[in-house]
């Protein structure tokens, strides 16, 4: 089944309190000075065995009103990965 | 400046209550029926022009041991970003 992949991050000119905490724990931690943001990836999967244009601009959509704030977050991707990209990790 | 993402996933076998809820949400709202899973996806930056081989491993150690937690999660990604790429959404 096609899964496509949002992955959305909070905006560039924005604080972002979890990266800079990640940052300082890795810094304390002797693991070296990394800027760290962090923001969500979502996999979708959808019934049927291919993504139409349609359905890909639906999940945009879906991208832009519901999976992120568009308000303090970016869309960085809205991608369709293989299912050899997908499998790998969940071993199917 | 060389940016590498890392992506975090919940394990297949898991179950994910946060994507069971926009799943839900979505099929509510009219907007289709698609199996949903929310993970994390994080920018490291680091200092310096380019990314080493060594950098890259280090980044590794970092996904595994900090970054995931790997009884629940698995590291889906770690990749280096094209400047395009990542300026696209900083605007920088």
């Known amino acids: 089944m096609p899964t496509i992949v949002v992955e959305v991050m909070p905006k560039a000119e924005l604080l972002d309190p979890q990266g800079k905490a990640i940052a300082g724990a890795l810094a304390r931690t002797g693991r070296g000075d990394f800027q760290v943001r962090q923001g969500k990836r979502f996999e979708l999967t959808a019934p049927g065995d291919e993504i139409s244009q349609d359905l890909l601009d ?35």
Chains 1, 2 share one sequence.
């Open 58 to 92: 639906h999940v945009r959509e879906i991208a832009a009103d519901v999976l992120s704030n568009s308000v303090i977050e970016d869309v960085v991707a809205v991608r369709v990965v293989s299912d050899a990209e997908h499998h790998a990790h969940t071993g199917a």
